[in-house]
């Protein structure tokens, strides 16, 4: 009889870390779980791919987990998390090389190097002394990118406010807070269903980026308004000296409501006259 192996670290077994469900099976013992959906993943990984997911040091690091990539809502979406295992394989056959621990740790998910060491949380009011960001890996299996070619970032920093500002959250609930301060909704075109339309969660220089890309529209907006209000023959300027005297505002000279006007009973009247 052959001796237990040592147990390893299977890449079914950290999704299973990550989806609370195990993929963990061969498609026999799947066949006779009775489970199709199980056959058809099992199936799926013995064919697709080519390259593991992680290396062996990057499965430790997995499963050190120093930086919350298994803890769901993580970004403030419950039960989301910032990348699931899946994400990772896909990303490892696309650079055709498994992911290590430096990779994982600097490109992937881990410390957001543009963050200040600090920061109040918007949310709760505490202070937040780490900050973690989290490329985001497309359809093909590539990190996506903004315009410029740079990895974009998902991270604890959100735009918002009057005016708006970037402000930070605790991962979690206070991120969800922050990304919700809107308090608007949308209508998911696949289910119909009404969800929170959550503001973006960004690094830190990314969240800059975006301010300073929103400003800058603004600001156009705002000159083409006052352009076109000069050209209609009016202007921003203060107006002439009316209400001034001395440099002193003495605000506007006539009441709008004059005093002794009792408005209530003259409408209480037109009542009473009508019937
Ligand atoms: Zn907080």
């Known amino acids: 009889m052959p001796k237990s192996r040592i147990p390893q670290v299977t890449d079914a077994q950290i ?40 290396t062996p040091d990057g499965a430790d690091w997995l499963n050190q987990d120093s930086f919350g990539l298994k803890i769901g ?11 699931r295992h899946i994400d990772i394989q896909r990303h490892a056959q696309f650079r055709g090389e498994s992911a290590n621990s430096a990779y994982l740790e600097t490109v992937v998910h881990g410390p957001d190097p543009s963050a200040p060491n600090s920061m109040v949380c918007t949310s709760c009011g505490e202070e937040i002394t780490s900050f973690v960001r989290t490329a985001m890996i497309n359809e ?31 991962t979690g609930d206070c991120l969800y807070k922050l990304r919700n301060a809107r308090n608007r909704r949308k209508t998911l075109e696949s ?14 220089d990314q969240a800059n980026a975006r301010l300073a890309g ?57 009542w009473a006259d009508a019937s």
């Open 73 to 83: 809502g993580i970004y403030g979406q419950r039960g989301r998390y910032a990348l």
């Open 191 to 204: 289910s119909g269903k009404s969800v929170a339309d959550l503001l973006p969660s960004q690094s830190f």
């Open 214 to 270: 929103l400003n800058g529209h603004f600001a156009q907006r705002r000159a083409e308004g006052q352009a076109f209000q000069k050209r209609l023959g009016f202007t921003n300027e203060p107006r002439g000296s009316n209400d001034r005297d001395e440099g002193v505002n003495r605000g506007q000279f006539t009441p709008s409501t004059p005093r002794g006007h009792r408005r209530a009973e003259k409408r209480q009247r037109g």
């Open 140 to 170: 093909d299996g590539d990190l996506r990118r903004d315009q410029d070619g740079n990895v974009t970032y998902r991270g604890q920093f959100v735009v918002t406010g009057k005016p708006m500002t970037v402000h930070a959250g605790h």
């Open 15 to 54: 999704t299973a870390a990550f989806t609370g469900v195990s993929n963990d099976v061969d498609p026999s013992v799947a066949a006779r779980s009775g489970s199709d959906d199980k056959v058809a993943a099992a199936e799926a990984e013995t064919k697709a791919p080519q390259v593991r997911a992680v």
